[in-house]
């Protein structure tokens, strides 16, 4: 079985760092574009940033600060990195991926079960 798991998740104190991680377990035969999303209480999903399987790196600039993203292939792994974060930060962070669990097979879009985040004194 296929699993998404993030982690890195907690407490994180206003002029600090966020640090995330995602990490991709079981059969995998290859690993498309890794996405990281953010959601806040009573807000939509909303995508934050961006890694393809060649390291091309994207990020939102709908949300104030500056995310960063990197990805490790010999570990199926991908961070989420923000420093001096904000309250307004504060929400759940999920990681996707399309994922080729079978070989010469499709790739299927697999989400992680999300870590929250809060930023807080």
């Known amino acids: 079985q296929v699993q998404l798991v993030e982690s890195g998740g907690g407490l994180v104190q206003p002029g600090g760092s966020l640090g995330l991680s995602c990490a991709a377990s079981g059969t995998i035969f290859g690993i498309e574009d890794m996405d990281w999303y953010r959601q806040a209480p009573g807000k939509q999903r909303e995508w934050v940033a961006r890694v393809s399987r060649d390291g091309y790196k994207a990020y939102t600039d709908s949300v104030k600060g500056r995310y960063t993203i990197a990805r490790d292939n010999d570990t199926n792994t991908v961070d989420l990195h923000k420093d001096s974060p904000k309250p307004e930060d504060t929400a759940v962070y999920y990681c996707?991926?399309?994922?080729?669990?079978?070989?010469?097979?499709?790739?299927?879009?697999?989400w992680g079960q999300g870590t929250q985040v809060t930023v807080s004194a």
């Open positions: 996707h991926a399309p994922i080729m669990t079978d070989l010469h097979g499709r790739y299927l879009g697999y």
